[in-house]
């Protein structure tokens, strides 16, 4: 089992930033895929960002590139999504997922991960 746990989460205005952070424990392993999801009042869960076990494969959603960064420190089970120029659209409960493999484009699909965290509400001001 892996336990993912989401912080970074909070209000801030419309051009200002935010680091989101996901620990894993439990039987953690590097090699795992992960992606953010966000949800939205009344609105589908849908893909953020996603990053493969070494870091070295990212995709993001139209909306948010350009915008966003998600990366990985593997040595200490963590990944992040650096989150700039945010605007209220960008308003949701954020998800941070991992999944042991991923075929295609099946990293935009939220039931092809396995684990998930509790979320983390960003909210941003206009």
């Known amino acids: 089992q892996v336990h993912l746990v989401e912080s970074g989460g909070g209000l801030v205005q419309a051009g200002g930033s935010l680091r989101l952070s996901c620990t894993a424990s439990g039987r953690t392993r590097s090699s795992y895929a992960m992606g953010w999801f966000r949800q939205a009042p009344g609105k589908e869960r849908e893909f953020v960002a996603y990053?493969?076990?070494?870091?070295?494969?990212?995709y993001y959603a139209d909306s948010v590139k350009g915008r966003f960064t998600i990366s990985r420190d593997n040595a200490k089970n963590t990944l992040y999504l650096q989150m700039n120029v945010l605007e209220p659209e960008d308003t949701a409960v954020y998800y941070c997922?991992?999944?042991?493999?991923?075929?295609?484009?099946?990293?935009?699909?939220?039931?092809?991960?396995?684990?998930w965290g509790q979320g983390t509400q960003v909210t941003v001001s206009s």
């Open positions: 990053i493969n076990w070494s870091g070295g494969w990212t």
């Open positions: 997922a991992a999944t042991p493999r991923i075929y295609g484009s099946d990293y935009a699909n939220a039931v092809y991960y396995d684990y």
